[in-house]
């Protein structure tokens, strides 16, 4: 699904079909979408999720007294937490978004709703199985590598280290800028982004995110296993930063208006 919304993007971005082609398989060849696509991780599935709500709240915006959209968005994002816990800052990132572009108490309230009706069946799952609804399976590991890693801090979160925020951006071994290096050029992205009234919000939504989860591996014991083929923790970030790719070529109406004020001169 990130493929297709990807695309999608592009083409209402103005940058034409077959930079829509290359950008989508960019993303599903050459990122960590392809391996854990087909790994028994949550990572890649929570982050199909969390951009599909994303995609939802951004083709509605123009719409913004409906409900539908906000309740069907926040439907997903619950989903993606349920799938991946880290997704709840995702969620919440989502919901300021829904608050900006809304700016309405019943839309606003729709997403925030949705969302918690995924997470009250985790609750529920978790009151069943543990005895209580905030009791999370990690606490009850019986493999002592898996139960070591999940005591140190809050469940593996620890102290901020520079040095694992490295590990996950440019290590050679598993950093998803080394590994996908075509993910360097979002910075472009994101200055025509930010210099687009229309755009602007989408931009500031897609480097919070990426702000956040650099924030959140920083302070991971261990980021994850050597043998992985990357940091998986980086995952959700990923269609959010190639987001940003959609804007790199100039679009059709940035050709436009470039072409009147050369005439203009």
């Known amino acids: 699904s990130d493929l297709v919304l990807l695309f999608a993007f592009v083409k209402r971005a103005g940058a034409g079909e077959r930079f829509g082609v290359v950008l989508a398989l960019s993303y599903g060849l050459g990122t960590l979408a392809l391996p854990y696509s087909a790994l028994f991780y949550g990572h890649q599935l929570g982050a199909a999720l969390g951009f599909s709500a994303f ?16 309740v069907g968005a926040g439907a997903l994002a619950g989903c993606a937490i349920v799938t991946e816990y880290p997704m709840a800052a995702v969620a919440a990132v989502l919901g300021l978004y829904a608050v900006f572009t809304r700016r309405r108490v019943g839309p606003v309230a729709a997403y925030g709703l949705a969302v918690l009706l995924p997470v009250s069946s985790l609750l529920a799952y978790n009151a ?47 950093g998803v800028f080394f590994l996908s290096p075509v993910l360097l050029l979002a910075p472009l992205g994101w200055w025509r982004m930010l210099r687009s009234r229309a755009w602007r ?25 050597l043998h992985a083929p990357g940091h998986r923790h980086m995952i959700p970030v990923l269609p959010f930063v190639a987001l940003a790719l959609a804007f790199c070529p100039r679009g059709r109406s940035e050709e436009r208006r470039g072409g009147k004020e050369g005439r203009s001169r």
């Open 55 to 70: 995609a939802l709240l951004v083709v509605t915006k123009d719409r913004p007294e409906a409900l539908w959209p906000c």
């Open 128 to 174: 069943a199985c543990f005895g209580h609804p905030f009791a999370l399976g990690y606490q009850f590991e019986k493999i002592a590598r898996f139960k070591e890693h999940h005591t140190h801090g809050l469940l593996g979160s620890t102290s901020f280290r520079w040095r694992r925020i490295f590990d996950a951006t440019f290590s050679p071994s598993r």
């Open 201 to 225: 919000a989408e931009a500031i939504v897609s480097i919070a995110i990426l702000a956040v989860f650099m924030v959140f591996v920083s302070t991971l014991w261990e980021e994850s296993y």
